[in-house]
């Protein structure tokens, strides 16, 4: 059963406007969230986290936000360029509660931004 | 440099061949680690190393024997492999255990015929 859930393989948005990834997660355990981003040919690239003592972080273009009620957590990126498109994942970690180095990840939404 | 590098990029070999994956960090991390990325599945943890010591086994198959000879370097040594272990390599390392912004390598394409 996967604990980290990414219920949208992929996603289209115009160049300027905003994009919303989704994820959702079962355990709660969890204590920190994690963004990647991966385009083709590369490994997995940081992007940006947030810990559950927080609903929101912020950098730059891109703000993740998490609701620890609901379980779900979010990244915006406003405003959306055509070098975001890529294959964002949500991983998730239960750092004091579950197995050390233990990243969860979801399977990934794919982004394009159309100019 | 991108830091974490894995060679080679892509691998096909044969399900009675041998083979080593390798994997090299420039970062002055302590932690390594192996996942695997088949198609349509999220990356799965495989193995993780801190301080050149193996912390978990995350339940994989005795076909994958994993290597930390120091804290740069890993290797996951390969060895009668089956077409559905055909997926993507992945290593990453990370300063320390539970610091969980891990980075990558660029992967080994892996197919087995």
């Known amino acids: 059963d996967q604990q980290v859930k990414q219920n949208s393989p992929s996603l289209s948005v115009q160049e300027g406007r905003i994009s919303i990834l989704n994820c959702d997660y079962t355990?709660?355990?969890?204590?920190?969230f994690l963004w990647y981003k991966k385009y083709p040919a590369e490994g997995p690239t940081f992007l940006i986290s947030?810990?559950?003592?927080?609903d929101k972080n912020e950098d730059g273009r891109f703000t993740v936000f998490l609701n620890k009620s609901a379980k779900h957590l979010s990244l915006h990126i406003v405003p959306s360029q055509p070098g975001d498109s890529a294959v964002y994942f949500c991983a998730a970690s239960a750092r004091y509660g579950g197995s050390q180095g233990n990243l969860i990840f979801g399977k990934g939404t794919k982004l394009s931004v159309k100019p | 440099e991108t830091g974490v590098t894995q060679t080679p990029r892509h691998l096909v070999m044969g399900m009675t061949n041998k083979k080593s994956l390798k994997c090299e960090q420039h970062?002055?991390?302590?932690?390594m680690y192996w996942y695997k990325q088949s198609a349509k599945k999220p990356l799965e943890l495989m193995f993780v190393y801190n301080f050149k010591e193996q912390t978990e086994n995350n339940s994989v198959p005795s076909r994958f024997s994993p290597e930390c000879p120091n804290s740069s370097h890993l290797f996951l040594h390969l060895h009668t492999l089956q077409p559905e272990d055909s997926a993507l390599y992945l290593c990453a390392s990370s300063p320390r255990v539970m610091n969980t912004e891990a980075f990558f390598g660029q992967g080994t394409r892996l197919t087995v015929v």
């Open positions: 355990n709660s355990m969890f204590d920190y």
């Open positions: 947030i810990s559950s003592i927080k």
């Open positions: 970062l002055g991390h302590n932690a």
